[in-house]
């Protein structure tokens, strides 16, 4: 089975811009959480969509927003980017609701985003 | 509310030493508990869990954690570290209170091996 990928890999943008990032799950998976890395701040939980539905949502300015297809594949954007958002964006997949009854999440490689 | 803590932002051992690891977490219902591992440039991956039964748990390349439910701690130990160990460690806590409950992540421990 493929696993998780994500495009683009490594994205350039200036203040003020906006981004999509996309992200598609192992096969079979209906689950799709995004994380946000940054050496500072640690992973930080973006949010999280089952079957085309947000399940949960992490402390995020409304800028940061996702959706989930009816294939699973995910995509968040991120509007009017500031310099604090250059940080790693990793998605994870699971067949269920991440962690739940123990359910594995598979990473995929992540994103590098640099706002200048 | 759940919470994860790992002791240590980074940790150094020496190839060959006993590797450990600490987590602690907070959680009103029994949890499940998980290690995964980052390597320079990727993704993370799952090194074990725990869910129910067994408490030691046994997982991917020589490590192994133990869920002590009276220490609320779940450590990860390896007997003896080896230079391709050098990576980041997260700890991540999972409970079922109610369906909207999501994985908390710990801020992680980046290990290092000396030669």
């Known amino acids: 089975k493929a696993g998780v990928t994500q495009t683009p890999r490594y994205l350039i943008k200036t203040r003020g811009q906006q981004v999509t990032l996309s992200c598609s799950p192992i096969?079979?998976?209906?689950?799709v959480s995004w994380y946000q890395q940054t050496p500072g701040q640690g992973l930080q939980f973006l949010f999280e969509y089952f079957s085309e539905t947000q399940r949960n949502k992490g402390n995020f300015p409304g800028r940061f927003s996702g959706r989930q297809f009816s294939n699973s594949r995910s995509e968040m954007n991120v509007s009017t980017l500031e310099l604090g958002d250059s940080a790693l964006y990793l998605c994870?997949?699971?067949?269920?609701?991440?962690?739940?009854?123990?359910?594995?999440?598979?990473f995929g490689p992540g994103t590098r985003l640099l706002v200048l | 509310a759940q919470s994860v803590t790992q002791l240590g932002s980074h940790v150094s051992v020496s190839e060959g030493a006993l590797v450990l690891l600490r987590c602690n977490y907070s959680?009103?219902?029994?949890?499940?508990l998980f290690w995964y591992v980052q390597y320079p440039n990727q993704g993370l991956q799952l090194l074990l869990k725990y869910t129910t039964g067994a408490t030691l748990v046994k997982g991917i390349n020589g490590f192994e954690a133990e869920f002590k439910k009276s220490e609320t701690s779940f450590h990860l130990t390896k007997p003896s570290a080896h230079m391709s160990d050098a990576a980041e460690y997260f700890c991540?806590?999972?409970?079922?209170?109610?369906?909207?409950?999501?994985?908390?992540f710990g801020k992680g421990t980046r290990l290092h091996i000396l030669p």
């Open positions: 994870a997949s699971s067949s269920g609701l991440a962690g739940g009854l123990g359910e594995t999440q598979y």
């Open positions: 096969s079979g998976h209906r689950s």
């Open positions: 959680s009103s219902v029994p949890p499940y």
């Open positions: 991540a806590v999972r409970s079922l209170r109610n369906r909207d409950d999501k994985i908390i």
